[in-house]
């Protein structure tokens, strides 16, 4: 197990994340997609390897590409996806959730994935694991209070087996220093708002990366 010291994680975020356990709403702050797709997609194979079912949530990518980008990474996308797998694997565009991004539909996110929840437990795994970055979406259009509703219905620590990586450009902000040690330090209130969402944080940085809980 990693040990803690104060609120920061002396592990590596593949380590983390293995050991990850339900009820836990974390985010991964980013400045490359490369960065982004590493973090979730070792989310996403622990996941998948110790019996969870997994959803992936995309807003800028499209499934196809996703589907190539899990197998070079080493997740056999046609073992877990349900239509030549077993179905652990469940990949959709955001819009399925949240429908209309100007007045996201909170109640149809929330049913959905107890829905999807429900669904993976009734096959005997062990609950959900979500991985997203459908904040890019929001975000770049100025639809924060939108996001910030979403991100909060979900919960800090949420009650269902189920547990989540939402995933933050920092590139898209100027409050991000290039050194990722000093990026929690530097949080302004509207970040820290988002941050505060969560129960862990994960900051990457040009192969650096650190994790707090919050």
């Not at 356990?21 to 996403?44: R, W």
């Not at 969560?198 to 900051?203: G, K, L, P, Q």
């Amino acid at each position: 197990m990693p040990r803690l010291s104060r609120n920061i994680i002396n592990a590596s975020p593949e380590e983390f994340l293995h050991d990850l356990k339900p009820g836990q709403h974390g985010c991964v702050f980013f400045f490359t997609k490369e960065e982004m797709h590493h973090i979730q997609f070792a989310f996403v194979k622990s996941g998948l390897d110790s019996n969870w079912g997994v959803v992936y949530l995309s807003a800028t990518e499209s499934i196809a590409k996703l589907r190539k980008l899990m197998q070079k990474y080493g997740i056999d996308v046609h073992q877990y996806e349900k239509e030549s797998g077993d179905g652990s694997l469940i990949i959709l565009k955001g819009d399925d959730l949240y429908k209309n991004p100007d007045n996201p539909d909170i109640d149809n996110w929330i049913n959905a994935t107890k829905s999807i929840s429900d669904m993976f437990i009734s096959k005997g795994k062990k609950g959900v694991r979500v991985a997203a970055d459908l904040s890019a979406y929001f975000i770049s259009r100025g639809l924060v209070e939108q996001w910030h509703n979403l991100e909060h219905a979900l919960g800090k620590k949420p009650l269902l087996p189920m547990s989540i990586l939402c995933a933050y450009d920092s590139g898209s902000s100027k409050t991000w220093d290039a050194d990722v040690l000093k990026f929690y330090a530097q949080l302004n209130p509207t970040t820290k708002e988002f941050v505060d969402a969560h129960s862990f944080v994960i900051y990457a940085s040009k192969q650096k990366s650190v994790i707090f809980t919050i």
